[in-house]
């Protein structure tokens, strides 16, 4: 992959969530560089999701720090919705607005967030909107669409808002198998493109072929982290080994 | 037959009071309806406000809140008329026997007890919205007010448009009561008209219908507004941006 | 099938419910002249009056009634709910001057009819308590003579027949004193009493407009009213107040006095002040005649 940067764009230190009595994230530690690809694996209950919801402050960490471009995201210094403006998430439900167009999904958090002219919001959109492949549905509700039409559009609306990382949770999971492939291929384009994105999947063929980075986490820990190779071809420890064989 | 020729008699000698009643009993109920929604969505936005963690905000918060509850359950949990009474003479008592000005208090009081309703309406309306709405609108880096105005509340207003337009229908019967205070609605002028004709049974007979003819002719209007609000059920794919006749129309499927 | 079924159940509760209404043996009132005579009858009152406290008090053998609104005295009468109901003698003069198959029992009080004092069936003037009104329209009112009470009564029911239609009959009362100079009175009556007070479409007769109303109050009550502002040097205001907020508007002062046919009883006097009576009526029983 061409010309990646060292800068850090998302730190996660210490970082412990818990809900309740019932402990979820145990101590994560993981630096995210300017244009890297990270596909988080593991079994479900592992944390994976729970660690992407707490980078864009859905949950809120019990523990530990996030700092984004060095500053802690929780402090006084940043706004949570600038920042959630920069740290844009795809979700396995799509979360879709379904009182607005496909269009308009992509416009408004523009207009509402960013402050951008409606004609400013819609060339925009438009643009991420033919990019995903969904032009022609622009005008439609999101109940008149498909799963993995409903995903392009959810990352259409995602990239409208130029962020810099894009948290990607389970993106494929609930899609009818015959649509995981358009929105992979969707994903796969934005690697290429240099989008920093952090992917929450199951789909060992995704992580193993795009990804820069592959984390394996279990129970609440980063059990592993490697180059896809390292992690897929000769992974160290022996949870790791045993999920891999369970799921390839 | 005399019983007809009665009730002509009476509306002939009485209609301009029948009409003025009616459009004030309209009136306090479209006015009071509206006044109550906005109660009802400004108390549900406020308590779905997520808690905040500074300890400040949390009790005025929770204070907020439990002012808000108290207000719902009163209101809801005794009768208009008494309200009526206790609010008009209330204020009479306290202000040297200067009364309120009839018509306001009638709106004010229809407004308040609609209000307690409606924010249990709205209240259920924003918990049966899928909570991924909220994500969605929280990740894009909405506010809380901006997830409201600009997702949750469009999509709450659609689903509770029916109860809307029940409680409207109440408030149109509901003034009624309005008339131990002395608001000159359809029926204080019916028991006027009544005093005066001594005709109990046609009289009221010729409000029972004027009544009906209203809320009937309400429930229609916006059963209309409730398929308009439901949106088309076809869309249009776009084929070419210069080409019109390329488009291609989708009805979806029922 | 089921639908059949709910029909004809339908049908026979109704049926039921009608054939249980129907079912009273009419007692004819027209020879009787005292209380004794109203054996055996359905008779009925308002409740919360004197004149139920004394139709259960002071009758044997009646089968007592009750109901909540004076209008639905006579509806009950009209439809055979009922034999007869007690009112008061002006309200019986304008009763059947409007229903020509009504008549009343002419009883007297403390003689034929029912004990009463004037406490009971006199009505009085009510103003605040402790107001200085009450001693000065004390005054006012010891200078109507009873001939002119009785004057302006007959022609107060002469008027309720057809109150917008303008009489030729010279008002029976009138004040001399035509300067208003000392502010506004401001006296609350239902306008809903015929005799005493009722609500008009027009000004006609000397009827007084209502506060806040396009309609119109007159009667004995609103005569009454006039010549005592007058004499009082005010001006008047009329305001229709419901019977049971008459006496909590006096009490938080948002008029002055109460005309409207009210008696001093007991338990009013503890929270107003009432004047002397400026009309004493006997309590009488309104039947149906029969074909």
């Not at chain 1, 899609?175 to 796969?188: A, F, I, Q, S, T």
């Not at chain 2, 407004?111 to 309703?117: H, R």
């Not at chain 3, 009210?262 to 029983?285: G, H, K, Q, W």
Request: aromatic share 8%.
């Amino acid at each position: 992959m061409e010309n990646k940067s060292t800068q850090t764009v998302v730190e996660l230190c210490h970082l412990e969530k818990s809900f309740g009595d019932h402990e979820v994230l145990k101590d994560i530690n993981l630096s995210v560089h300017k244009g890297e690809v990270i596909s988080v694996i593991g079994s479900s209950g592992s944390g994976k999701s729970t660690m992407l919801r707490c980078i864009n402050l859905l949950e809120i960490p019990t523990g530990g720090k996030i700092y984004y471009e060095g500053t802690d995201i929780e402090s006084k210094e940043i706004k949570l919705t600038s920042y959630r403006a920069k740290v844009e998430m795809v979700f396995q439900q799509f979360n879709l607005f379904n009182n607005m167009t496909a269009l308009d999904n992509c416009v408004k958090p523009q207009m509402i967030v960013l402050k951008r002219t409606r004609e400013e919001a819609e060339r925009i959109a438009l643009e991420y909107i033919e990019k995903v492949g969904m032009s022609a549905y622009r005008n439609a509700k999101p109940s008149q669409l498909s799963g993995g039409q409903k995903q392009r559009i959810a990352i259409a609306r995602a990239l409208s808002m130029n962020p810099d990382v894009i948290l990607f949770d389970e993106p494929t999971s609930a899609l009818d198998p015959e649509m995981v492939g358009e929105v992979l291929e969707v994903m796969k384009s934005l690697a290429k493109a240099g989008y920093t994105m952090i992917v929450v999947t199951h789909e060992m063929g995704f992580a193993r072929e795009v990804s820069d980075r592959v984390i394996f986490m279990d129970g609440g820990y980063i059990v592993e982290e490697g180059t896809p190779e390292e992690i897929f071809s000769s992974p160290k420890m022996e949870r790791t080994k045993e999920f891999l064989s369970r799921v390839l | 037959m005399q019983f007809f020729e009665n009730v002509g008699n009476i509306i002939t000698k009485y209609w301009p009071y029948f009409l003025k009643g009616l459009g004030l009993t309209m009136l306090i109920a479209l006015i009071g309806t509206v006044i109550g929604l906005l109660i009802g969505l400004l108390t549900g936005i406020i308590r779905t406000i997520p808690l905040s963690k500074k300890k400040v905000v949390y009790y005025i918060q929770k204070t907020v809140n439990v002012i808000i509850a108290i207000y719902v359950e009163v209101f809801r949990g005794t009768p208009m008329m008494v309200q009526a009474m206790v609010i008009y003479w209330g204020y009479a008592f306290m202000n040297g026997g200067n009364t309120l000005p009839l018509i306001p208090a009638g709106i004010f009081i229809v407004s308040i007890n609609t209000g307690a309703y409606m924010a249990e309406i709205v209240r259920g309306g924003i918990i049966s919205i899928d909570k991924g709405q909220f994500e969605g609108a929280y990740s894009v880096g909405m506010t809380h007010w901006q997830a409201m105005i600009h997702v949750i509340i469009p999509q709450v207003l659609r689903n509770i448009l029916p109860s809307i337009s029940n409680e409207f229908v109440i408030n149109i019967k509901d003034t009624s009561v309005l008339n131990v205070i002395g608001v000159m609605e359809l029926y204080y002028m019916a028991s006027k008209v009544q005093s005066m004709t001594w005709k109990i049974f046609e009289t009221y007979l010729i409000i029972c219908v004027m009544y009906f003819i209203m809320t009937y002719s309400i429930t229609r209007l916006l059963r209309l507004c409730e398929k308009k609000l439901a949106g088309k059920n076809s869309y249009t794919i776009c084929g070419s941006q210069s080409d019109p006749s390329a488009e291609i129309h989708v009805k979806e499927a029922e | 099938m089921k639908r059949i079924l709910a029909l004809i159940l339908t049908a026979v509760l109704l049926v039921g419910c009608l054939a249980s209404c129907g079912g009273r043996d009419k007692v004819d009132l027209s020879s009787a002249t005292n209380l004794d005579d109203l054996k055996g009858a359905t008779i009925a009152a308002q409740t919360g009056t004197f004149h139920l406290e004394a139709l259960e008090g002071q009758t044997e053998g009646v089968t007592v009634k009750e109901y909540p609104d004076f209008d639905q005295l006579l509806v009950a009468l009209n439809n055979g709910a009922i034999d007869g109901y007690v009112a008061e003698e002006p309200t019986a003069y304008a009763v059947i001057a409007q229903n020509a198959d009504l008549a009343y029992i002419a009883l007297k009080n403390n003689d034929t009819g029912f004990t009463a004092t004037d406490a009971d069936t006199g009505i009085a003037v009510a103003f605040k308590t402790g107001s200085a009104y009450v001693a000065t329209v004390n005054t006012i009112l010891a200078g109507i003579s009873e001939q002119t009470r009785a004057a302006l009564m007959q022609q107060a029911v002469a008027l309720s027949v057809d109150p917008d239609t303008v009489s030729n009959d010279a008002p029976v009362l009138v004040s001399s004193n035509t300067n208003t100079s000392n502010g506004t009175l401001k006296i609350a009556m239902e306008c809903a009493y015929k005799p005493f007070n009722w609500s008009q479409t027009t000004s006609a007769n000397g009827a007084v407009k209502i506060q806040g109303s396009d309609l119109y109050a007159n009667g004995y009550d609103v005569q009454i009213a006039k010549y005592i502002a007058a004499e009082l040097g005010m001006a008047l205001e009329i305001h229709a107040v419901e019977w049971d907020s008459l006496i909590t508007g006096l009490e938080a002062g948002t008029y002055d006095g109460i005309i409207a046919g009210m008696s001093p009883t007991a338990d009013r006097e503890e929270v107003v002040d009432f004047t002397d009576c400026y009309y004493n009526s006997n309590l009488v029983i309104i039947y149906k005649k029969s074909n």
